[in-house]
């Protein structure tokens, strides 16, 4: 079995950060693709970045300059670094793992591993 969980929301002023953490546990995920999505209050969740094994990075429009995913092999462990946050960030993440995904804002559908979710919310 392979689980997904996510480490790291919390509260922040507005134009603070946060650093959020997803490990996958599991022997059997071979996959090529990881990346973070949200969920904002009364909205649809949306892609916010992916990275593919072959190092390809893709970002939403509306965290690009800001948010940065990256990924340690060695510890099956991916980050999002989220700097100059915004009210309008505030939302749950979710962290995925996909068998692959295409360059571009992340899609749901490649994903078939999903993590619980971490709070993430920006006071003004």
């Known amino acids: 079995q392979v689980h997904v969980v996510e480490s790291g929301g919390g509260s922040v002023q507005a134009g603070g950060s946060l650093r959020l953490s997803c490990v996958i546990y599991g022997d059997t995920y071979s996959g090529h693709c990881m990346a973070w999505f949200r969920r904002a209050p009364g909205k649809e969740r949306e892609g916010v970045a992916s990275?593919?094994?072959?190092?390809?990075?893709s970002y939403a429009d509306s965290v690009k300059g800001r948010f940065t995913i990256s990924q340690d092999n060695a510890k099956n462990t991916l980050y999002l670094q989220m700097n100059s946050l915004k009210p309008d960030d505030t939302a749950m993440y979710y962290c995925?793992?996909?068998?692959?995904?295409?360059?571009?804002?992340?899609?749901?559908?490649?994903?078939?591993?999903w993590g619980q979710g971490t709070q993430v919310t920006v006071a003004s």
């Open positions: 995925a793992a996909g068998a692959d995904c295409y360059e571009g804002t992340p899609r749901e559908g490649d994903f078939g591993y």
């Open positions: 990275m593919r094994s072959d190092g390809v990075i």
